[in-house]
């Protein structure tokens, strides 16, 4: 059984931080990519963060410089480190990971980021 179990959500006021996790278990294959995704109510879920195998990194232009993904292989873990949170920045986060060699994406349950003040 895949799990991935998200934390680290919460309320915070602009210009604070949070650090989500992303914690993979229950695969026999390793993990190629993890993306983190949000969505806020109303919109379309997009694509923030992005992560390699070996921590190749890409963002999207509207967290570059702000927020910080990475990766601890011995933990089968995944970080999304938002710093100078903006209220737009509120919305639901999701962990995505994409396996090696299993054909197939898993997604957490989603953790909810609220910046306001």
């Known amino acids: 059984q895949v799990q991935l179990v998200e934390s680290g959500g919460g309320l915070v006021q602009p210009g604070g931080s949070l650090r989500l996790s992303c914690a993979a278990s229950g695969s026999i294959f390793s993990i190629n990519f993890m993306r983190w995704y949000r969505q806020a109510p109303g919109k379309q879920r997009e694509l923030v963060a992005a992560i390699t195998s070996g921590g190749i990194t890409n963002y999207s232009d509207s967290v570059k410089g702000r927020f910080t993904i990475s990766r601890d292989n011995t933990k089968n873990t995944g970080y999304l480190q938002m710093n100078s949170l903006k209220p737009k920045d509120t919305g639901v986060y999701y962990c995505?990971?994409?396996?090696?060699?299993?054909?197939?994406?898993?997604w957490g349950q989603g953790t909810q980021v609220t910046v306001s003040s």
């Open positions: 995505n990971v994409e396996w090696s060699i299993w054909s197939r994406n898993d």
